[in-house]
């Protein structure tokens, strides 16, 4: 029997996500676990290139803050309306992440990841000097709130809130579309072998560029996403420790499993926020606690529960048939 259909663990899902504005306290816990929507946009981004390609990416968050810029700068300098300044965040960070995926991902392995480590470091010294374009440590303030539609005010936490859920849905749509296509089971041949995959005709570099540019999509979109929800920008998200947090996230969770870092991104925080009567001593719990989870669950949760369930089915699966006993093989005897 099966024990657990994968739709309706969605549509539950869904279903507490929906009803959770009627069962949180206050406003508070709306803003909290908006932020943790936004980031699981991008975690689901993330995941896409380390989880299913097998490309480590550090610079995730600095594309995360191209998106964010992006909408600060239109909207507040330009005047532009936030509808049209969000589709702008990921492509222009989908067109910038085709000029560093170019040269990045003719490295490898940790080389790649060195290399999208500096990358990141000169995205955040870019947004914090560049003053005539970013402003600099002063940061952008007064970022609007995405325009009024059918009826809804998105200043108010509650449909900001059912806003950030919506484009969060249709992330893990879109994902979902392309992990179970030939594209997506393409970037597992890579994950699991370079060699392999290209001795089976993939087109190595091609297909490493599509998995990372709709990989920073998703981070500029959450970045735009962020910039109309937080209405505040400064160069500290564009810091390398968010993209860590994301990695976090898909670790605790399950990389290269659609639903593990969406776990992850809504529960980590959330963990976080629960410890914070410990102020700086949080970590001492917390980290710990990671380093347990990492040791005994290394495929993170979703991950290792998926394993349990195709051990238990291979094990429930019928022995197969032995093989017929070859025939005997007569003597020829010749007068």
């Given at each position: ?5 994968p739709?309706?663990?969605?549509t539950l899902?869904?279903a ?6 009627f069962m949180?306290?206050n406003?508070y816990?709306l803003?909290?676990?908006s932020?943790?929507y936004?980031?699981?946009i991008?975690?689901v ?10 490309q480590?990416?550090?610079?995730h ?5 191209v998106?964010?810029?992006?909408v600060?700068?239109?909207t507040?300098?330009?005047g532009?309306p936030?509808?049209?300044a969000l589709?702008l965040?990921?492509?222009v ?6 000029f560093?995926g ?5 490295l ?6 060195i290399f999208t ?5 000169i995205?955040f ?7 005539s374009?970013t402003h ?6 007064g ?5 009024p539609?059918a009826g809804?005010?998105f ?5 900001l809130?059912?806003l950030v859920l ?9 994902m979902h579309r392309i992990?179970r296509s ?7 041949a890579i994950?699991?072998s370079d060699?392999?995959?290209?001795a089976l ?7 490493k ?13 959450a970045?735009?996403?962020y ?6 920008l400064g160069?500290?998200?564009a ?5 860590f ?15 593990g870092?969406?776990?992850g ?7 976080t ?8 001593y949080?970590?001492?719990v917390f980290?710990?606690?990671?380093v347990?989870?990492v040791?005994f669950l290394p495929?993170g949760?979703?991950g290792?529960?998926?394993?349990r369930?195709r051990?238990?089915a291979?094990?429930?699966?019928p022995?197969p048939?032995p093989a017929?006993?070859p025939?005997?093989?007569?003597e020829?005897?010749?007068?």
């Amino acid at each position: 029997m099966k024990m657990f259909n994968p739709t309706a663990g969605w549509t539950l899902l869904l279903a507490l996500a929906l009803a959770f504005p009627f069962m949180a306290g206050n406003d508070y816990h709306l803003t909290v676990m908006s932020t943790a929507y936004i980031y699981a946009i991008a975690t689901v981004g993330l995941n896409l290139i380390t989880g299913y390609t097998g490309q480590f990416n550090l610079a995730h968050s600095g594309f995360m803050a191209v998106g964010a810029y992006t909408v600060g700068i239109l909207t507040v300098d330009h005047g532009f309306p936030f509808w049209a300044a969000l589709p702008l965040a990921g492509l222009v960070a989908a067109v910038l992440g085709v000029f560093v995926g170019l040269v990045s991902l003719r490295l490898k392995t940790h080389f790649f990841s060195i290399f999208t480590l500096c990358v990141g470091y000169i995205m955040f010294l870019l947004i914090e000097k560049w003053e005539s374009l970013t402003h600099g440590t002063v940061g952008i303030v007064g970022i609007p709130a995405p325009e009024p539609f059918a009826g809804l005010d998105f200043s108010e936490p509650r449909a900001l809130y059912y806003l950030v859920l919506g484009f969060l849905v249709a992330s893990l749509w879109v994902m979902h579309r392309i992990v179970r296509s030939l594209l997506g089971r393409t970037f597992m041949a890579i994950r699991n072998s370079d060699d392999l995959a290209q001795a089976l005709g993939i087109d190595l570099m091609r297909n490493k560029l599509l998995a990372f540019v709709l990989s920073v999509f998703f981070a500029g979109l959450a970045g735009g996403l962020y910039a109309g929800s937080v209405r505040f920008l400064g160069p500290g998200i564009a810091g390398v420790e968010h993209t860590f947090d994301m990695t976090m996230y898909m670790l605790v969770g399950g990389i290269g499993t659609l639903l593990g870092p969406l776990l992850g991104a809504i529960g980590v925080p959330w963990l976080t926020q629960y410890l914070q009567f410990l102020q700086e001593y949080r970590f001492v719990v917390f980290g710990p606690l990671l380093v347990l989870l990492v040791i005994f669950l290394p495929h993170g949760i979703v991950g290792t529960w998926l394993n349990r369930r195709r051990r238990q089915a291979a094990k429930a699966a019928p022995a197969p048939a032995p093989a017929p006993a070859p025939a005997p093989v007569q003597e020829v005897r010749h007068a």
